[in-house]
């Protein structure tokens, strides 16, 4: 990755790429350099705001995460999608579900009516977890089923929330209905 950004330092996919690579290895300085020498170049890469955030993370830094991701908006409406994960998924790290169900719920409505099925189905499972984790099985299952087709497999299996489906008997004379194990 920094070879190529070496050769093409102006190209925001392979810098932002980098950024990203850098976070996922744990090296939160160099992907936070990165994620702002990528946005000094377009301020419309969504993914380097989730850098900028995961860096702000790792330095124990609350407030900054959440400034990155409220800054995301700037790369409209991926960046608004990633906010709105971003911001629930802050308010679940610190213990705030409640919080986190009302970010979502608003997520998922707003990635449904822009036509994004992957970012409601993400925030979806995201959804689900908070609400298990507020005691709610019966509105976490409800969340799920109403993600279209295959996209909630998918990002079960991307977004190893560990959350696992079963197919039982629904007691509303439907031949199956979700229940949620975490």
Do not use: C
Request: hydrophobic share 45%; charged share 25%; net charge neutral.
């Amino acid at each position: 990755g920094r070879r190529l950004i070496d050769i093409y330092p102006k190209v925001v996919l392979y810098r932002y790429n980098y950024a990203l690579y850098a976070m996922y290895a744990g090296r939160f300085d160099i992907a936070e350099a990165e994620a702002r020498r990528t946005l000094e170049l377009n301020p419309q890469a969504p993914k380097a705001y989730l850098a900028l955030a995961m860096a702000a993370l790792a330095r124990g830094d609350a407030d900054a995460a959440a400034r990155a991701y409220e800054s995301a908006v700037k790369a409209g409406p991926r960046g608004e999608s990633l906010r709105d994960i971003g911001l629930a998924d802050l308010a679940m790290f610190q213990g705030r579900y409640a919080d986190a169900v009302s970010l979502l719920r608003q997520g998922v409505e707003r990635d449904r009516t822009r036509g994004n099925t992957a970012g409601a189905a993400g925030k979806s499972v995201a959804l689900a977890q908070a609400l298990l984790r507020l005691g709610d099985s019966a509105a976490a299952a409800a969340a799920i089923a109403g993600v279209v087709g295959g996209a909630v497999v998918e990002q079960l299996d991307s977004l190893g929330r560990g959350i696992e489906l079963e197919v039982e008997e629904s007691p509303l004379d439907k031949p199956t209905a979700p229940q949620w194990h975490s």
